[in-house]
């Protein structure tokens, strides 16, 4: 099974940073996720969290805690099937986002508005878990 990783970061009001994908995205086209991606052979899943965060917002991050949700893709055709994403909640050490050329926008969003964002299985998954 091929591993993945979402990670929630958050502002000092609680909202999580949410990133759009762009159209041009081999996965998810123009729709919203977490920060995150495939964990590579030899990597933790915290070497993971790390690197994706940097390479997609220029952010960097520590993970001083295990994951606190795992979503299952389902089987089937899709490019994410057979994956177990694991969600970390992290601290952010640097605040300056650059988006990388998968992404085209950013948002800050809450327990009250999240859901008005179409997201992909995962991140949707992994913000229901968060917030609830």
Known sequence: M???VNVIITDDKNRVL????????????NLWNLLGGN???SE????AVKREARE???LEVESHNDYFFIYYYPHGTKENAHTAV???????ISRRIRLDKTHTEF????????????????????LREFFK
């Open 2 to 4: 091929k591993k993945g």
């Open 18 to 29: 949410v990133l759009k994908r762009s159209s041009h995205a081999k996965s998810s086209p």
């Open 39 to 41: 964990v590579g052979n």
């Open 44 to 47: 933790t899943l915290k070497e």
């Open 56 to 58: 997609e917002t220029n």
């Open 86 to 92: 694991y969600a970390f909640k992290v601290k952010l």
């Open 107 to 126: 948002k800050w969003v809450s327990r009250d508005n999240w859901q008005s964002l179409d997201y992909t299985p995962s991140g949707a998954a992994t």
